[in-house]
């Protein structure tokens, strides 16, 4: 049961108010004969006492395409996570311009918070690098989307959550601002039963409510959304759920490729497999079709993952 104060579009306001940065001015200590702006965003509370390292993935999308030609979107992005950022303190997004050719545009942006201590200065939570290209005609061929369940008939994260009061539980349930719908068995509270051939997973997802925003502000919620359900295809393959005791995790790096931009507000079936597991690390392939079943966009991650003997 939600509660009284659940808000829908309260929710999905709330991220583009988060993903919409501040411009600043630059600071010294981090700039380069190419830095070219600085933004600030604001944290958002997120289980585990982090930042959702989307939310940071997202403010960063939004703070380089604030800075390329107009006309120009972006078709790719590589992120390294380099620490894990506090809730209590804004980010700092300070972009390097790198090139601005003919039709291309390649930016670096370096995400920074205070240090935990007053000697230790900024610390860098993410690095992006990431390409922007003039809309252009060129050759076309595409994957196709899969089979799949429409997402109004299955059930949303409230519904499979319904009952569980953990605050874990009710933060995925009644404050994620995207609607994210599980077409193969959730894995939240149980492994999937299935673990032995479950070499695919499938999600759809949105925006929780409607949003009426500028296209740049829809690729950072690609990115935002990108995050949520990475580590899934790992977990379904080991036999193991979200609430494994002694379950570690933790995102290394993350890559995506724009192929087609599109509306955040529509359903995208996020269609995720995991290669390799290996040396406490997981590797994840996803690609995000659209209701025409065109691919919309292609996301790998790799992250760290283990567990901890108990006892």
């Known amino acids: 049961m939600t509660t009284p104060s659940y808000d829908p579009a ?8 988060l993903l919409d940065l501040r411009e600043i001015d630059i600071a010294p200590a981090f700039a380069t004969p190419a830095t070219v702006a600085a933004y600030e965003g604001d944290s958002s509370p997120h289980p585990g006492g982090h930042v959702f390292g989307g939310q940071v993935m997202g403010q960063a999308v939004t703070a380089v395409g604030r800075t390329v030609p107009e006309g120009r ?21 300070q972009v390097d311009a790198l090139r601005d050719g003919g039709s291309f545009s390649v930016r670096r942006v370096l995400a920074t918070q205070p240090g935990r201590t007053a000697d230790d200065g900024e610390r860098t939570i993410l690095a992006m690098t990431a390409s ?15 089979e799949a369940p429409d997402p109004e008939g299955l059930p949303t994260t409230a519904e499979v959550l319904q009952g569980i009061e953990h605050p874990v539980a009710r933060y995925w349930a009644e404050q994620r ?23 695919t997973q499938m999600v759809w997802m949105r925006t929780l409510a409607p949003v009426e925003t500028e296209p740049l502000l829809h690729d950072a919620i690609l990115a935002f959304a990108s995050d949520y359900t990475p580590f899934e295809p790992i977990l379904r393959r080991q036999g193991l759920s979200w609430i494994t005791p002694g379950l570690r995790m933790a995102t290394i790096d993350h890559a995506i490729w724009w192929h087609r931009h599109v509306n955040a507000n529509e359903w995208l079936l996020y269609v995720q497999r995991s290669p390799s597991a290996s040396g406490g690390r997981g590797l994840t392939h996803g690609q995000l079709f659209d209701r025409a079943g065109d691919l919309v966009a292609t996301v790998t991650q790799e992250g760290m993952i283990r567990v901890k003997a108990q006892g």
């Open 73 to 93: 979107r972006i078709h790719s992005t590589y992120s390294y996570f380099l620490a894990p950022g506090d809730p209590a303190h804004p980010i700092r997004f």
């Open 132 to 146: 922007f290209q003039e809309l252009q005609d060129g050759l076309e061929h595409q994957e196709r989307a899969p």
């Open 177 to 199: 601002p995207i609607d994210i719908r599980h077409v193969t068995d959730p894995i939240y509270l149980r492994p999937d039963p299935a673990s032995d051939t479950a070499d």
């Open 10 to 17: 309260a929710i999905a306001a709330g991220l583009v108010d």
